[in-house]
């Protein structure tokens, strides 16, 4: 028997196949304006990909902030949950869980069981998120996954904004007073380093501590945040696919 968990989010919608002991399929598609005709698109693909029938799947869980228009799955779980459950199952010794996703952020303490002990929640501002990035990319003119290339090495920008409005105005003037993609690229990295510092200093850090969403693919940002907080800081292939593999672990052992 199976499990599928979907994690329909704010940019970017994954989900795994489960089987008991390994993930066997995971995709990943473009949100887009619809939550529901993706989740149900996704499940389609997901399903087809792993080779299983629908009678071979026990449970369908639903995550994320479009799992509320999922009306095909068994269960709707919160994002941190999931997210615990998909972080203990990639490493049980797995204390901190630093997620950056498209427009939110957050940290999660777990303990040896995988069990929440504590968790911050940014979902109020776009700063120290994936669509600060993207917006900040925009104005680069470069996409946001080349980011953290472009800005290994370089000496950064300070950029003072806190809001992403006033911090693209400030790219810009940056940009024509002539300071170098570089430094711009290095210096919002740095920028979305101290904010999520602020945030996970507010939980506390303990080791280990894994970085996980769409914005741990950023290997500056990562290198930064292991910096600023003084320990490793890992992440995984898997790591945009937490919040869909805690949901189908969840779905698998109920
Ligand atoms: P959500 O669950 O909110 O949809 P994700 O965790 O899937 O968010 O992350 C989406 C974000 O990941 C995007 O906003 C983008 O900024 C970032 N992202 C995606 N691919 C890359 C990449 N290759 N390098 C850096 N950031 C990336």
Redesign the pocket.
């Given at each position: 028997m199976y499990s599928v968990g979907i994690?329909v989010?704010?940019?970017?919608a994954?989900a795994v196949v489960f089987d008991g002991e390994g993930i066997i399929a995971k995709e990943i598609i473009p949100?887009g304006w619809s939550p529901k005709e993706t989740g149900e698109k996704l499940f389609n693909m997901i399903t087809s990909m792993a080779g299983i029938e629908k009678r071979e799947i026990k449970s369908i869980v639903g995550t994320?902030?479009g799992r509320v228009a999922l009306s095909f799955i068994d269960k709707k779980v919160t994002e941190i949950t999931c997210h615990g459950k998909g972080a203990h199952f990639i490493d049980p010794n797995i204390r901190t869980v630093i997620?950056?996703?498209?427009?939110?952020s957050k940290v999660i303490k777990l303990d040896e069981k995988g069990n929440i002990v504590d968790f911050l929640m940014n979902d109020k501002c776009a700063a120290g998120?994936?669509?600060f990035?993207?917006v900040m990319a925009h104005a680069l003119e470069i996409d946001?996954?080349e980011?953290?290339q472009i800005g290994e090495g370089a000496v950064p920008e300070t950029i003072s904004s806190m809001c992403t409005v006033f911090a693209e105005s400030e790219v810009i003037s940056l940009m024509a007073s002539g300071a170098s993609k570089e430094s711009i690229a290095a210096g919002l990295l740095q920028s979305v380093c101290s904010k999520t510092y602020t945030l996970v200093s507010k939980v506390g850090v303990q080791e280990k501590v894994f970085f996980s969403?769409?914005?741990s693919?950023?290997s500056l940002l990562r290198k930064f945040l292991s910096n600023k907080l003084g320990v490793e800081v890992f992440s995984s292939e898997l790591s945009?696919y937490l919040?869909a593999i805690g949901a189908a672990v969840i779905g698998y052992r109920e």
């Open positions: 994690d989010g704010s940019v970017a994954k949100t994320g902030y997620d950056i996703g498209g427009q939110d998120t994936g669509r990035l993207q946001v996954s980011l953290s969403g769409g914005v693919k950023n945009q919040g």
